[in-house]
């Protein structure tokens, strides 16, 4: 099969086999690029029309205790500066963020201990209840399952949690080897059967990455069928043993975001920050190939330059309220606007 025949094979069956995607993705030319594109594009067109959804992002805490080798915010990283949010100044985050149209808050943050079940059940029930029509989506690495329950059954409504790799080699080369995937996969199973809208992903050109772990990533993908996709570039940061690393392509992301699109056509998928921060366009790319969904900062901005899981990060100088112009002019420019709904999964 030649590539346009399995960019319509994936297209009429939303699937291809291993070596068909690692063909794909290693050998597309430009002016297939180009059909992928269009057909990921009128997807999410005939699916969403031109709206993007918004989601607030609240970086809640800087302080981790896992070791990702590629993150910023590894706790071998001593030079990261550490800080986390209370109760309170979560509250004021949502409050701004109510006022500027947001109706998802996304509460993101390293696996700080501070954010016992207590403490989170409390933060979630009190932001369902101040924020009825609002939808929160917890961000915070591998819990238990009674965890898990805990905070769905306080009113958390989705859980992002990527997979990073679907590869068990190339898993155990970017983390200390206290973590597995196989856990990683377990809390996923574990989310979707607790009933959270679920979100996986992965980084694009992580160290020993291959075509092959790719394809594995999107037949990883297309198994759990997640609500939600996360997939961005992966950018270096310089305190991790990844510091001299290459960032991932580009190109190739904007080719998994659209592989993703057609695998998964109503996945809400995100044009992310780190795609943004690769490339001056990314974002705006990012939709035209298939994305949905944009996530602008809502932290406060004394502590936006201290959560960083890369270098050179985007918009963290800038207020909520400037960041959701930007995009907004960034998606119009491109014939898209931006929404307030909610933008639940819907089959
Ligand atoms: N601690 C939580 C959430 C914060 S990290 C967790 O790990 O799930 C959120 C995501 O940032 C990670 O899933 C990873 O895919 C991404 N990330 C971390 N370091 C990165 C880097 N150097 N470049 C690009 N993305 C990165
Ligand atoms: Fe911690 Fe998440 Fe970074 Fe891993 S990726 S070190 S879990 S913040």
Redesign the pocket.
Same mark, same amino acid.
């Given at each position: 099969m030649n590539n346009i025949e399995i960019i319509e094979k994936i297209e009429s069956t939303g699937t291809a086999s291993k070596q068909e995607l690692a063909f794909l993705l290693e050998t597309i030319n430009d002016s297939e690029f180009e059909v992928l594109r269009k057909k990921a594009q009128k997807k999410s067109l005939d699916h969403f029309s031109n709206k993007i959804y918004i989601r607030g992002l609240i970086e809640l805490s800087s302080y981790?205790k896992?070791d =990702?080798l %590629? =993150? $910023?915010?590894r706790r071998s990283n001593k030079s990261a500066v550490r800080y986390r949010l209370n109760k309170e100044q979560i509250l004021s985050c949502c409050n701004s963020g109510y006022s500027l149209g947001f109706r998802t808050f996304v509460l993101?943050?390293?696996?700080d201990g501070y954010y016992t079940d207590e403490v989170m059940c409390d933060i979630v029930s009190e932001i369902k209840s101040l924020y009825p029509d609002c939808a929160v989506t917890l961000?915070?690495?591998?819990r238990t399952e009674e965890s898990y329950r805990r905070l769905f059954e306080s009113g958390a409504d989705r859980y992002?949690?990527?997979h990073?790799t679907a590869n068990e080699e190339h898993y155990k080369k970017l983390h200390p080897s206290e973590m597995s995937l196989a856990n990683r996969k377990n809390c996923l199973y574990t989310l979707r059967k607790i009933g959270y809208q679920t979100g996986a $992903? &992965?980084?694009v050109g992580?160290p020993y990455q291959t075509y092959e772990t790719l394809a594995e990533d999107l037949l990883f993908l297309k198994d759990l069928n997640p609500q939600m996709c996360?997939i961005?570039? &992966?950018?270096?940061?310089k305190d991790?043993p990844?510091a001299n690393e290459k960032s991932?392509s580009v190109r190739l992301t904007l080719v998994l975001l659209s592989l993703v699109r057609l695998m998964l056509p109503k996945v809400l998928l995100p044009a992310t920050t780190?795609l943004g921060t690769a490339d001056g366009q990314g974002r705006e790319k990012g939709v035209l190939h298939g994305a949905n969904v944009v996530m602008p900062n809502l932290s406060p901005t004394e502590h936006r330059a201290d959560y960083l899981? %890369?270098d050179n990060k985007i918009c963290t100088g800038d207020e909520a309220a400037e960041c959701i112009k930007c995009l907004s002019n960034r998606m119009k420019s491109i014939g898209y606007k931006i929404v307030t709904d909610r933008g639940d999964y819907s089959e």
């Open positions: 981790c896992n =990702c %590629y =993150c $910023g915010l993101q943050g390293g696996e961000s915070l690495g591998e992002l949690l990527r990073e $992903g &992965f980084m992580s996360g961005g570039p &992966f950018i270096p940061h991790t990844f991932g780190a899981l %890369y």
